[in-house]
């Protein structure tokens, strides 16, 4: 095992190189952080994660202690296959769609947890980091990436409210954009000074913003 077969991790330099034999656990100090998400900021929520519990949870399959090369590479495989994807589908299809039926299949700007939205005929995604990507309806292709002042992660949708979008990260950090033309422009931004993770609710009084701690409605 050479540090050559750890490139779909973040970030290498976390992963203990090996004598060909496995990873011994009780090697492994649990002070070891491997870096998940280096596009949220550091020290963020979600950045990183102790390398132990991944290597316990998700490699030493056979829980003996040692990540063989077999558990390794099983491991390896399925991180670097496992990204996140958006689909077009045609609605005309029945039972089961193949992934020569679909319209196209992207890879690019699609965010973790949030699911996207459409915006002026184009369709919006936030990423963890505060990474806002526009993404076109017709092919997939990503047509612009640009990045907020608010990082961190974000699990909440947008929202899309009186033809502007609105996204609230995990921290409670909230911004307005519009996308006209192709092009992203952040109106406002704020702070709830709570944590979000549920996505708001537009309704006829208002927005429907439940923190952590709070539900709170928000006018115009
Ligand atoms: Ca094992």
Redesign the pocket.
Known sequence: MTRETIKSFNNESDIPQTDGD?IDLQKVPDTKLLTLRPEVEPGGAGREMPLIRLLQWFM?????????PA?YQAAQDKFTSNLNKIACIGIQHKDQVENEDLEWLATRGVPEMANPIEFERNIFTIEDGGICNLIAVEDGRLIKKTRLRNTGRYTASPIRWHDQGYVISNAGEWSILTATDGRLTTLATGDLEERVFATPAPTDLGMLIRTEKSLRLYGE
């Open positions: 496995g030493d399959k056979n829980r003996n202690g040692i990540v063989d558990e």
